[in-house]
């Protein structure tokens, strides 16, 4: 039995219709119900009523036509207590329940919302204002239930995405620990054995042949490279592996010292330091020794053809410098420290930019100075490890200034 309440064309362009499903088997109860839904909403809603009286008829019709919400009697002819709720979420496992139930039934129906009903209402109590809210509520509740099963699903499948790539960050991991191991035993062991044999063929053939002398001395020079790279490809890959262990640094000295390390290295130099007093992080001691020791062997590098070249180790902010990274101020405080390495030597032209942290890439501009295109990498790394970030400014013949910041 089928009693549809009907509005004008009018009305529903102006009102949210909401299309309910009314499974009750008692016509006084029905009639009660199909009364209150007819009473003009001040909230702007339109409720469209459909009315069966049977279990299995409400299913025939879930299956048929679109609801927007099922009011359920527990209790029908053709089926008794949850299993009525279950058939019917079983058939439409969407749609949001309030469920009908006498006094005596008040515990059925508690166990229909643990069950997966969205709010039940007693026979004998239903106001239109409480029905009217118990309906809106299941579509609320409904709402946010599948919103989250959702974002549930979306979450799980992140998960297990990201479950595939740790999988597959330990297999690189692994295969990064086979390589270094290449590197430093079944590659170095190869060129060692290449510069003692090219050195004893030299102390071998003596004068004899200068042409000779000349190629084995090539070779030699070759595997010196070679030996170089491998050293600081070890040392870049390494770093990732390593724990970083924070301590107490004084940055100052270590810049102190070596810069006169420098300077002791080559003493005709004229090079001016500046250097920041008193400047204290925590971090690895070793890893920002190996950054600074980088940084600044650029810097001295850079301004070798400067007679009078000047390096400078500072601290300062965001609000005393120009160039920052574009998420600079959402990611360092405003009175977060920014160290910085600067030099007046050749610089580099910024539209190279982008491969100046790449490994082995070298600046067109410095291809004249000796150096491995490690260097910066390896400085990158392990201000990252440290949770900072690390960024510059330079321009050709004015020098090259480093910025990062450090997170211990």
Not at 62 to 68: V, W
Not at 88 to 101: E, K, S
Not at 167 to 184: G, I, K, M, P, Q
Not at 192 to 207: E, F, N, P, Q, V
Request: charged share 20%; hydrophobic share 40%; aromatic share 8%.
């Amino acid at each position: 039995m089928n009693i549809n309440s009907q509005t004008t064309p009018e009305t529903c362009s102006q009102k949210q219709v909401i299309q309910v499903l009314l499974i009750e088997d008692n016509p006084g109860d029905a009639f009660l119900i199909r009364g209150m839904l007819g009473i003009k909403s001040t909230e702007g809603i339109d409720y469209q009523l459909t009315h069966v009286d049977q279990l299995a008829e409400a299913l025939t019709s879930l299956q048929r036509d679109n609801y927007s919400v099922v009011l359920l009697d527990l209790s029908l002819p053709d089926s008794q207590g949850l299993a009525t709720l279950e058939q019917v979420m079983a058939q439409a496992p969407t749609l949001p329940i309030v469920v009908f139930t006498g006094l005596d039934d008040e515990t059925a129906a508690i166990q229909a919302v643990q069950t997966g009903a969205q709010d039940y209402l007693v026979k004998g109590q239903v106001t239109p204002g409480s029905l009217g809210h118990a309906i809106r509520y299941a579509l609320e509740r409904q709402e946010n239930k599948l919103a989250l099963q959702q974002k549930t699903a979306e979450l799980e499948g992140l998960n297990k995405e990201l479950r595939k790539r740790t999988l597959e960050l330990e297999a690189a991991n692994t295969d990064l620990e086979a390589f270094n191991y290449t590197v430093s035993h079944d590659l170095r062991n190869p060129l060692t054995g290449i510069k003692t044999g090219c050195a004893l063929l030299s102390a071998y053939m003596g004068d004899q042949d200068p042409r000779l002398q000349k190629y084995l001395h090539t070779i030699q020079d070759y595997t010196r490279h070679m030996a170089t790279l491998l050293e600081g490809l070890l040392q870049l890959s390494n770093i990732s592996h390593n724990a970083v262990q924070a301590h107490p640094v004084n940055l100052s000295a270590t810049v102190q010292t070596i810069a006169r390390q420098f300077l002791q290295q080559e003493p005709h130099r004229k090079v001016k330091f500046v250097i920041a007093p008193h400047v204290q992080v925590q971090g690895d001691t070793h890893l920002l020794w190996v950054a600074l020791e980088n940084l600044l062997g650029n810097a001295w590098k850079y301004s070798s053809q400067l007679n009078h070249a000047q390096i400078e180790f500072g601290v300062t902010c965001l609000a005393e410098i120009d160039a920052y990274p574009a998420n600079a101020k959402e990611t360092i405080a405003p009175d977060q420290p920014i160290f910085f390495v600067r030099d007046n030597g050749c610089g580099f032209d910024m539209t190279q930019a982008d491969r100046i942290f790449l490994p082995f890439q070298r600046l067109s501009s410095t291809e004249s100075f000796a150096g491995n295109g490690i260097g910066l990498s390896t400085v990158q790394r392990i201000i990252l490890c440290h949770g900072g970030q690390i960024w510059f400014e330079a321009a050709v013949d004015q020098g090259a200034t480093f910025y990062w910041t450090l997170a211990y």
